[in-house]
């Protein structure tokens, strides 16, 4: 008996990894990513909140580069400007338009779920984001001559999470239909690009402090991998019943 359990074991756990480990199975490849950003953007989060709650250290280093950023700001006005610019495209509404330009192209294309995954991304991102802030109620940096003075709560930033979810998005989606490993990476470096551009226009600005944009980084990402990998589990059950139903089988959409 012994020796027919080990065996037996063996096999279940290598069915098990293989069924993780698929990118074809309904629960496959997709659901073990998704979990396993999923956890780490959490940890990240949490751990940035946790540190911003307790005013661990790197509370002090958000006043020293507020401070640093604001005095350069005020003496560079031609960068101030190019960066107004770029923060005004980012707010809730341009992001909102932004999302509902590409979700009008995805589903006029036939992408239903990756337009169910924007759908959820975007402006579900967006009321989450509220939502932390009047959780956390963190004040915004303090200047005596602001450049922008604003009296919503500053954790985690809502521009820099937005962004993070739609150029996510938009680099899941270019990276899923790339056909080369260059492909595949170039979409995530230039979400990343503008990422971290939407994330210094507001602390350039004076609006937002380090940690704030981090842990929204965070957020967003986590957001984008319970969307993009609920949608993606909807679309492998359903061609799983068809198969079992013997019905013709859609293309995998996402």
Known sequence: MPNEILPRLSRRIHDTLAARFSPEGQYGLHLTA??????LATAIFAHMAGAVVAGA???QLDVEVANWLHAHARANGALRQVLLAITHVHSTPGILVLAL????????????????????????????NV???????????????????????????????????????LACY?????????GRVLPFALALAMVAT??????????????????????????LAICITGAATLSRRRR?????????VEPQDI
């Open 101 to 128: 330009a590409a979700g009008i192209w995805l589903y006029r294309r036939g992408h239903r779920y990756w337009t169910l995954a924007l759908v959820a991304s975007v402006p579900g991102g967006q009321i989450l």
């Open 240 to 248: 799983a019943r068809e198969r079992r139903a013997g019905e013709p």
């Open 131 to 169: 939502l932390l802030k009047h959780s956390f109620e963190r004040a915004r940096p303090h200047f005596a001559e602001p450049l922008l003075e604003l009296s919503t709560y500053s954790f985690p930033s809502g521009h820099a999470m937005g962004a993070t979810v739609l150029y996510g998005f």
């Open 57 to 59: 250290p790197i509370t």
């Open 34 to 39: 998704g979990v396993a950003m999923l956890l």
């Open 198 to 223: 939407v994330a210094f226009s507001r602390m350039y600005l004076g609006v937002h402090y380090l940690s704030d944009v981090l842990a929204a980084a965070a957020e967003g990402c986590g957001w």
């Open 174 to 182: 270019a990276a899923r239909h790339a056909r080369s490993w260059w």
